[in-house]
Structures are given as C-alpha cells and as structure tokens.
C-alpha cells in the first residue's frame, strides 16, 4: 500500500517532484548519452534510495522498453510516472512501434480537409498512448501546441501542428482527446509558446520579443484549448519573454508560470519544466539553483536536473531557509498523486484519501505484441504520409528510366549517414533506386567538401537527389541549407538533376522551388521512416 503524503519526510516529497532520465536500453554498455544517461547502479539509487517521482526514457526497441519499465516500477516503492517524447509515435522513440510522420502533416491535410486531419489527429493520440500503455509508459509528453511561424525555427519546425493558431488550437484538442482513451498522460508543450523563435532552447536561451496582447491573441490560445480539453501537464518553455518577466525566462518565472498559466488561464493539473539539463537554463543558472527557482516559480516536475541528488538537497535546504514554504512542496506533492492515481490501476481505499494499493506492471508479451503490430496502425500512417504527400509530376519529365537505366546516381543528402534509424542498407530510398540501377552515394555533415566546377561535371551522371533535412533538436538551425544550396546549383548547372524528393521540412523544398526547371518532377513527404520513403518514391515511379 501506497504511503499518505503526510507520512512522506520532506525530502521523499521532494524526490517525487524530480524526473530523471535514463536509457531504454537495459545494459549499461548500450547507453548512448552517457553524460545524461546514468548507470543501472545509479538510476537503481535515484529510484529506490531517493525516491524519485518518474523517469523519462529513450532508445531501445518497444519489446526492451516493456521490460526496463517493469524494472523501474519493480525498484521503485511508489509507482513512478514513466514518461518519453513520442509526439510522432512510440515507434520514433522505440524501434518496432507505429511511428508517425511529424503533426505538421496534419496541418497540409487539413488545408483541404479539416475534418478529416482532425480525424486523424484523434487517431494519432489513441494509437500512441495504446502503444505507449501497452509498453508501460503511462505518460506521454505531448502534444506540442507551439505555433510554429517562424519558418527557421530550428526546434519547433515540423514538430507543430501547424502556423495558424485556430488550427493548432483544433489539432491539440483532437489529440488529446485520442489519448483519453487509454491511462496515460499528456503534456501541452512548451508554454508561453516556442514556435516564433530562431534559437535552439537545448543550446542557448532564445527571447520573445512580443507584447502581452500578442501573445494572449496568438501564442496562448493552442495552450487554453488543451486546458480546456483536459491536458493533464503542461511543459514550460525556455525562453525569455521581456513582457512577462525581465528577469527570468519563463521555466524560473513565477509571473509566468504562477501568474498567467495559474491564474490567469486556470490550469490546475501538472506544471512541469522542459529539461533542466538543456543549454538555456544549464549555461545561465547553477545545476542546484535552477531547480530551486523553478519551484519558486510553482513548478511542479523538475525534468532532467543536471544533479538529481543535488537538486533535492538544495531545494530541501530553501524549504529550511524560508525561501520555499513546506505547503509549497506539498501541494505540487498533492498533484502528483491525483496524476498517478490516474495512470497506475489503483485500488483505493476509503479511509486514506491519497492511498493505494499498486498492482505490480507485469509484462505480457501476447499483448504488447498485439497492441504494436495492429495493421489499422500502419494503415493511419500511411493514410497521413500519403494524404499530406506534395507531388509534381510534369508532363515531360526529366526522369526516363529507360533513357538512364545505365550510369544514373542515388544521392543523399542528410544530417548524419551514422546511426540514422531511418536509412538502413535496406530501407526504401537506397533500395527501390538500386532495383533500376542507381548507384548510392550518401552525403553529411562529416562528408569531405568536393571541389564542384564544370569540368568534373563529365564524370558525373543522371542523379535523383533525395534530401532527408528537418527542424531537430541540438541542430541549431533548420536545414543543412549551405551543403544542400551548393550541390543543388551543381547538379542544375551541370545538367544532371532527374528529380527531386524532400522528406522532413517543407519550408526547404519551398526555398528551392523558384530555382527547379518545369520538367523536374519532385515530392515532398513529411515522414521520413521507411513507410514514407517508398510512399513518396512510388510517387516519382520507384516501385518493386
């Protein structure tokens, strides 16, 4: 039987409010971030020793994530909260799941088709949180309802439901509402709104510049519509927003977090902070200050402290300073455990209003394995990759596979060739190519810089370029805009380019488009798994 609040120390309290992160993978040699992913002696501590109130997971396959989860909640003493970032599908996270082109897809659906993209964005929610139940996760850390217009935001991008607000707005609540289907949580993110910002959060600390008013008609209104729709948490941004506080960005500001989020807009379920590990807080406030001021600010969930342990120290010795009321942690402490009796199958008992007794997750393999390999799932996949899909097809088209069967190249230009989940030797943009003779060559980031000029242009052959570019985190800008600028002027001036396919960002292929000649067909696909590649590749006319 679950502990009453009351009967929690200070410090078990506290513990409760910090998210730690750790790595779906259940070796420790696996780990891949390990300046951010603990060992399993470590995050054994966090859980059972410090009682920390959840964990936030990433990488892995489904199958390994369903046994870490039972894991954790079998450590931990109070059923922890076990959240990841699966805003496009638990399969972007966890190999083997459904994963989703990016919520952007939405929005060119519904351009001519609202209700069908709203349909489909239900859908989207119900499928993740089945997936992300099935596997033991019981909160998901989306939708995000950032309003993405500014075209080179290198963080929000694609990653939006869009750039009008009273779509987003529509989006959100859709979402939400699929995910209510099943016990898991949502998380509207990342309050005021990060979508008018041109600097990567996770590197340093980007300002918004706008005036209350606008940002009550515009950047608040996604986050009162998933208020309004029962959004369990809501994440806040790392920003600095001079009209609501010139002190503090929003994740450390009471006037923000307390004032206008609390008060103004009424939200009363989960405040938590966006990873306090990421540059715009961890380059500008100590790793044990932060988490203190963001409780000050009334946060709720420290995610992702630079210092666990530290972090519930330094807060437990603001509580004994006077800086921090002990009602302060208690009521944060108070919503946490209506959030968990939500989500892990509680029996409670009459006589203990914050009690329960914990039916331990066990692991079923019959049903995780069903829940992810639902064809219903794949089909909605499909239906959004292809209903979203941006096709020319001109009428005299540059791409004649019987004229270029022979000597044809396959270029790819993407972020990183290495460890990209997904371009396998396999996958649909190397192999449907190769069946008609295309030879690979694969460029990124670490690519050698090639002396182009007109002279080596003879050695060179028919080329169908595919471009795999998108807003990401830790990029720090939107596209590989110079790497791709210079070889698109090459193949145009060459002669060479047959056709075109962009998957991720349509904000690239719309910054190419004035220079494309008539007769060069080209696709644009939000997706950029492998269901979408063969999707948008068939398109051009690349099938088995």
């Given amino acids: 039987m679950m502990p009453d609040i009351d009967s929690l120390s200070l410090t078990q309290q506290i513990a409760q409010m910090v998210v730690v992160r750790a790595s779906g993978f259940l070796f420790d040699h696996q780990i891949q971030y390990p300046a951010w992913e603990p060992p399993t002696a470590t995050l054994q501590h966090w859980v059972t020793d410090l009682g920390v109130g959840g964990v936030i997971l990433v990488g892995g396959s489904a199958a390994e994530l369903a046994l870490r989860s039972q894991q954790l909640q079998e450590w931990a003493a109070i059923p922890l909260l076990l959240a990841a970032d699966v805003e496009e599908g638990v399969?972007?996270?966890?190999?083997?799941?459904?994963?989703?082109?990016?919520?952007?897809?939405?929005?060119?659906?519904?351009?001519?088709d609202t209700a069908r993209a709203t349909q489909y964005a239900e859908q989207m929610g119900a499928t993740i949180a089945q997936e992300a139940e099935a596997i033991g996760l019981n909160w998901v850390l989306a939708p995000v309802v950032d309003i993405n217009n500014n075209p080179n935001n290198p963080v929000i991008n694609v990653r939006a439901f869009g750039e009008s607000p009273i779509l987003v707005s529509q989006l959100t609540t859709a979402f939400i509402r699929g995910v209510q289907q099943y016990p898991v949580l949502t998380a509207a993110k990342h309050f005021p709104g990060h979508g008018d910002t041109a600097i990567d959060s996770h590197l340093d600390l980007p300002t918004l510049p706008h005036d209350r008013e606008r940002l009550?008609?515009?950047?608040?209104?996604?986050?009162?519509?998933?208020?309004?729709?029962?959004?369990?948490?809501?994440?806040?941004a790392h920003l600095q927003i001079p009209a609501l506080d010139q002190q503090f960005p929003a994740t450390l500001s009471r006037r923000i977090l307390t004032e206008e989020l609390r008060q103004h807009l009424g939200f009363t379920g989960l405040i938590v902070t966006d990873a306090l590990v990421m540059g715009a807080i961890a380059h500008h406030y100590g790793a044990n200050e932060a988490p203190v001021l963001a409780v000050e600010a009334g946060a709720d969930i420290l995610l992702m402290p630079c210092d666990p342990e530290g972090a519930i120290m330094a807060i437990g010795n603001a509580v004994a300073a006077g800086r921090v009321a002990p009602e302060r942690i208690h009521a944060s402490v108070e919503r946490i455990w209506r959030a968990k009796h939500r989500v892990v199958t509680p029996s409670l008992k009459a006589n203990f209003s914050h009690s329960w007794e914990q039916v331990?997750?066990?692991?079923?393999?019959?049903?995780?394995?069903?829940?992810?390999?639902?064809?219903?799932?794949?089909?909605?996949?499909?239906?959004?990759?292809?209903?979203?899909?941006?096709?020319?097809?001109?009428?005299?088209?540059?791409?004649?596979?019987?004229?270029?069967?022979?000597?044809c190249r396959n270029l790819i230009l993407l972020d990183q060739a290495t460890d990209c989940d997904y371009l396998k030797h396999n996958s649909p943009a190397i192999a449907l190519p190769q069946q008609k003779g295309y030879q690979l060559q694969r460029v990124d980031h670490c690519s050698p810089a090639f002396p182009f000029n007109m002279v080596d242009a003879q050695h060179w052959s028919p080329t169908l370029l595919q471009l795999f570019v998108r807003g990401n985190p830790f990029r720090g800008s939107a596209g590989l805009a110079h790497t791709i600028q210079v070889w698109l002027n090459f193949l145009l001036q060459s002669d060479q380019l047959q056709a075109l396919v962009v998957y991720g960002s349509p904000y690239v292929l719309e910054q190419f488009l004035p220079e494309l000649p008539a007769d060069l067909p080209y696709v644009f696909s939000y997706g950029q798994m492998p269901q979408a590649q063969a999707i948008a590749l068939k398109a051009l006319g690349f099938e088995t």
């Avoid at 919520?103 to 659906?109: D, F, G, R, T, V």
């Avoid at 515009?218 to 809501?234: H, M, Q, S």
């Fill in 91 to 112: 399969g972007q996270r966890f190999s083997g799941a459904t994963w989703f082109p990016p919520p952007m897809a939405l929005a060119e659906i519904a351009q001519t």
């Fill in 216 to 236: 009550r008609t515009v950047e608040f209104l996604p986050f009162k519509a998933a208020i309004a729709a029962g959004v369990d948490a809501v994440m806040s």
């Fill in 360 to 407: 331990p997750h066990s692991l079923e393999p019959a049903r995780f394995v069903a829940a992810l390999t639902q064809p219903a799932s794949r089909a909605l996949v499909g239906n959004i990759v292809h209903s979203a899909l941006r096709v020319y097809q001109p009428q005299h088209s540059r791409l004649n596979y019987r004229k270029w069967r022979e000597n």
